[in-house]
């Protein structure tokens, strides 16, 4: 009977918890603005030149409701980077970051390797997501992660238990995710994360933070 009650106790007091902080999640939470937009974002990176701004049609940026992003196209040589970063001043439901592992897979295309990358940055190494997709022949390569404020983080687990925490202590749900892609090609992923390597300190840049804290996550 009394371990009855024990569990009944812990389940009204686990229930009571997530009740309190999903309450003190909507009220606290406020939105943030970048110290930069995106578009301040280099042309010239890591050997990679811009080629061209690729927009998002208005169906989709409906859909994702962003509070900014940009969406370019790199060449370095005759290899080409795509480069996406949607920005979400507020998070809540229906305008979150959207994983790539559902987006992926939604736009028709099979992801064969899930994996993880080390990416030096300031004399330490971030880990982000390494993933190999391919839609019928076309093969290429996705490196992503998410980016809010200091932290950069690949799980979107932990991405979204440290969110209910900064909204909890501070109110701030802001975040960004961060997508390179590049042809399957020998080289690329040494490529990629040449280039995710600067990336990372610019997009710290536009959120007004000098220095980066690695995450372990």
């Keep these: 009977m009394r371990s009855s009650t024990l569990w009944s106790f812990l389940a009204v007091f ?3 918890s997530a009740t309190l902080a999903t309450s003190a999640f909507t009220e606290r939470r406020h939105p943030q603005s970048l110290a930069q937009p995106l578009a301040a974002i ?20 409906k859909r994702l409701v962003l509070s900014d992003y940009v969406s370019r196209l790199y060449a370095q ?17 229906g305008e979150s970051m959207h994983s790539p592992k559902h987006c992926l897979p939604g736009s028709g295309w099979e992801i064969w390797q899930y994996g993880s990358a080390q990416v030096p940055v300031n004399g ?40 209910m925490r900064d909204a909890v202590l501070d109110g701030r749900t802001d975040g960004a995710l961060v997508r390179i892609t590049l042809p399957d ?14 990336l990372i300190t610019q997009v710290q840049r536009c959120y007004g933070l000098p220095v980066l804290t690695a995450s372990r996550y």
Excluded at 42 to 61: H, I, K, N, Q
Excluded at 135 to 148: D, H, N
Excluded at 186 to 197: L, N, Q, R, Y
């Design 77 to 93: 040589n005759s290899q080409q980077l795509g480069l996406f970063i949607a920005y979400y001043a507020e998070q809540r439901s």
């Design 124 to 163: 330490r190494n971030v880990t982000i997501n390494k993933y190999s997709i391919h839609k019928g022949s076309e093969r290429q390569v996705v490196l992503y992660w998410y980016q809010s404020g200091a932290r950069v983080i690949a799980s979107e687990y932990v991405g979204k238990f440290l969110l």
């Design 14 to 16: 686990a229930i009571l």
């Design 185 to 198: 090609q020998p080289g690329a992923v040494e490529k990629g994360i040449a280039f995710a390597s600067e």
């Design 42 to 61: 280099p042309y010239s990176l890591a050997g990679w030149r811009f080629v061209e701004d690729s927009p998002l049609p208005p169906s989709t940026l």
